[in-house]
T-cell receptor, first 111, second 112 residues
Framework: GQQLNQSPQSMFIQEGEDVSMNCTSS?????WLWYKQDPGEGPVLLIALYKAGELTSNGRLTAQFGITRKDSFLNISASIPSDVGIYFCAGQSSGTYKYIFGTGTRLKVLA | SQTIHQWPATLVQPVGSPLSLECTVE??????LYWYRQAAGRGLQLLFY??????ISSEVPQNLSASRPQDRQFILSSKKLLLSDSGFYLC???????????FGPGTRLLVL
């Protein structure tokens, strides 16, 4: 079956630093989504990517749809304490309603 | 704008009792609706999805069921809960296939 590897699993960073995380798939995706989840809450959509090579920003967040269509990257610039949380990627192949979710990257920001 | 509601927010139920979780969406018509379960520290597992009233597709065989009695209402049920049903249940909606899904606030279920 399809597999989605998300890395790193967790990271501690200093406030103000830039953060990078990525997801890789065993198969080609047509859509990539990035979410942030705070404890006890539902995931909130950060960025949606629909085209290979697409680079999209949302404030300090930038995500890219890999050119091979098997990976995606999320970058956070100048991290702040409220960036703490779990970031999930999700990918979807054509012809299916099902998104495959990564296992998440837990981000902790040290002030 | 669209909003999605789930209730209850938290539920503690004994093993063998029935379950009914409700999800409603406002501000859109004929949404695709989804039920997910999230185990502690894990990713999301799709349980059911629906493209219209009365249309339910199951992704994982289990003792849960789903129904869509109205266009913007999605219900997750069980006749007899198991310990393994504990988890965080999330409802989501999208306007179509292959586009972004938007999640509700979730229901935390603890089966004792």
């Amino acid at each position: 079956g399809q597999q989605l590897n998300q890395s790193p699993q967790s990271m501690f960073i200093q406030e103000g630093e830039d953060v990078s995380m990525n997801c890789t798939s065993s198969s080609i995706f047509n859509t990539w989504l990035w979410y942030k989840q705070d404890p006890g809450e539902g995931p909130v959509l950060l960025i949606a990517l629909y085209k290979a090579g697409e680079l999209t920003s949302n404030g300090r967040l930038t995500a890219q749809f890999g050119i091979t269509r098997k990976d995606s990257f999320l970058n956070i610039s100048a991290s702040i304490p409220s960036d703490v949380g779990i970031y999930f990627c999700a990918g979807q192949s054509s012809g299916t309603y099902k998104y495959i979710f990564g296992t998440g990257t837990r981000l902790k920001v040290l002030a | 704008s669209q909003t999605i509601h789930q209730w209850p927010a938290t539920l503690v139920q004994p093993v063998g009792s029935p379950l009914s979780l409700e999800c409603t969406v406002e501000g859109t018509s004929n949404p695709n609706l989804y039920w997910y379960r999230q185990a502690a520290g894990r990713g999301l597992q799709l349980l059911f999805y629906s493209v219209g009233i009365g249309q339910i597709s199951s992704e994982v065989p289990q003792n849960l069921s789903a129904s869509r009695p109205q266009d913007r209402q999605f219900i997750l049920s069980s006749k007899k809960l198991l310990l393994s049903d504990s988890g965080f249940y999330l409802c989501a909606w999208s306007v179509d296939q292959n586009v972004a899904q938007y999640f509700g606030p979730g229901t935390r279920l603890l089966v004792l």
